[in-house]
């Protein structure tokens, strides 16, 4: 059969990607070596600031180098994971109380330093992730807190500075229910255009169910329709979309019941994207249950990725195809 990424790229989107930590798992990088299932990988943890900053003015790079030069050596994109985040950010930025134009001095530096270092490399950059609370206000981030909005403009402004040939997105979760969220992150798209900024892509992580958890407050996949509907928000901005970290967990133990269920769930999001002409393409968040940071995050939750903890393809890696 034909892969993830050909088939994709047969229907002529531009790439299927996966998170990918390299920690020398053979059979892991088997798969995405071989380069059928996928053609773009995104640093699970390599670029984020805690593992880039650890203090001011340090810059640690080498991790993230080992991915950088991972996908130049094979021939594939970078989605380069990210910027400016709340999350993995170490504690000298967050409790340091810096006013207004020292932290907007310390994110300028960040991304000279980390998006300078790849400049005309990564395919993509999320430059800002995460800026959202559920009910569409900002979270209240060291960054809104002290920056304002203005953070988001002037993040991708340095962004474009730096690394000119980089396409540039904003990246968040729970946009896939065409909610108040939703509606929020097309805000932030007219914002930064408004200030004659560029931005390129808005990112749909899709972290998803395929029955109601805990942890998704009684909510499901949603519905092919409402997902095309909620990609096409962005898209009638004039930007495109990718699902950028796609996952679907259920209540553990699977059974052949509930992994058909995700099957389904991983085509509708896959056939959603195919529905609308400015989804370029689609990351999955890892690609073994072996090490899928669900279970560590949401207890009793999981199985939520393509193959399972012994490297076997699971209806869901059929389904997700067949949404292609
Ligand atoms: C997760 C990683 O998968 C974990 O290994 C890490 O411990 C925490 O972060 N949204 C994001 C990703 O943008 O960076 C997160 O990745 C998952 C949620």
Redesign the pocket.
């Given at each position: 059969t034909v892969g993830l990424s050909k088939a994709m790229r047969q229907r002529g989107r531009s790439f299927i990607g996966t998170?990918l930590?390299l920690r020398g798992d053979a059979q892991e990088l088997a798969i995405v070596e071989n380069k059928a299932d996928f053609n773009s990988i995104t640093p699970?943890?390599a670029q984020?600031w805690d593992a880039t900053e650890p203090q001011r003015g340090v810059f640690t790079f080498d991790d993230s180098d080992r991915y950088v030069d991972f996908a130049t050596e094979h021939g594939i994109q970078i989605h380069c994971?990210?910027l400016v985040?709340h999350?993995?950010l170490p504690n000298w930025v967050t409790a340091g109380n810096f006013d207004n134009e020292t932290l907007i001095e310390i994110m300028h530096d960040h991304i000279k330093a980390l998006a300078g270092r790849y400049k005309g490399r990564c395919t993509r950059w999320?430059v800002v992730?995460?800026a959202l609370e559920e009910d569409g206000s900002y979270r209240k981030s060291v960054w809104y807190n002290t920056i304002g909005e203005a953070f988001l403009p002037l993040a991708f402004k340095f962004a474009s500075q730096v690394d000119p040939k980089a396409q540039l997105y904003y990246?968040d979760?729970n946009l896939e229910y065409n909610g108040a969220k939703t509606d929020a992150a097309q805000r932030i798209v007219k914002l930064i255009q408004s200030q004659g900024v560029k931005i390129n892509g808005v990112g749909f992580?899709a972290?998803l169910t395929s029955e109601p958890t805990t942890s998704s407050g009684g909510g499901v996949t949603p519905s092919q329709n409402t997902l095309a509907t909620a990609l096409r928000k962005m898209t009638s901005q004039d930007v495109d979309v990718v699902y950028?970290?796609i996952d679907v967990r259920m209540n553990t133990p699977a059974t052949r019941k509930k992994l058909n269920m995700q099957s389904k769930a991983y085509q509708r999001i896959a056939a959603s994207c195919l529905a609308v002409e400015r989804c370029v393409g689609m990351t999955i968040?890892?690609i073994s249950d072996k090490y899928s940071?669900i279970p560590?995050?949401f207890p009793g939750e999981g199985a939520a990725n393509l193959w399972d903890e012994d490297f076997k393809k699971k209806p869901a890696y059929y389904g997700f195809l067949r949404g292609i």
């Amino acid at each position: 059969t034909v892969g993830l990424s050909k088939a994709m790229r047969q229907r002529g989107r531009s790439f299927i990607g996966t998170a990918l930590t390299l920690r020398g798992d053979a059979q892991e990088l088997a798969i995405v070596e071989n380069k059928a299932d996928f053609n773009s990988i995104t640093p699970e943890n390599a670029q984020k600031w805690d593992a880039t900053e650890p203090q001011r003015g340090v810059f640690t790079f080498d991790d993230s180098d080992r991915y950088v030069d991972f996908a130049t050596e094979h021939g594939i994109q970078i989605h380069c994971h990210n910027l400016v985040w709340h999350s993995q950010l170490p504690n000298w930025v967050t409790a340091g109380n810096f006013d207004n134009e020292t932290l907007i001095e310390i994110m300028h530096d960040h991304i000279k330093a980390l998006a300078g270092r790849y400049k005309g490399r990564c395919t993509r950059w999320d430059v800002v992730n995460e800026a959202l609370e559920e009910d569409g206000s900002y979270r209240k981030s060291v960054w809104y807190n002290t920056i304002g909005e203005a953070f988001l403009p002037l993040a991708f402004k340095f962004a474009s500075q730096v690394d000119p040939k980089a396409q540039l997105y904003y990246n968040d979760y729970n946009l896939e229910y065409n909610g108040a969220k939703t509606d929020a992150a097309q805000r932030i798209v007219k914002l930064i255009q408004s200030q004659g900024v560029k931005i390129n892509g808005v990112g749909f992580q899709a972290h998803l169910t395929s029955e109601p958890t805990t942890s998704s407050g009684g909510g499901v996949t949603p519905s092919q329709n409402t997902l095309a509907t909620a990609l096409r928000k962005m898209t009638s901005q004039d930007v495109d979309v990718v699902y950028t970290e796609i996952d679907v967990r259920m209540n553990t133990p699977a059974t052949r019941k509930k992994l058909n269920m995700q099957s389904k769930a991983y085509q509708r999001i896959a056939a959603s994207c195919l529905a609308v002409e400015r989804c370029v393409g689609m990351t999955i968040w890892g690609i073994s249950d072996k090490y899928s940071w669900i279970p560590g995050v949401f207890p009793g939750e999981g199985a939520a990725n393509l193959w399972d903890e012994d490297f076997k393809k699971k209806p869901a890696y059929y389904g997700f195809l067949r949404g292609i």
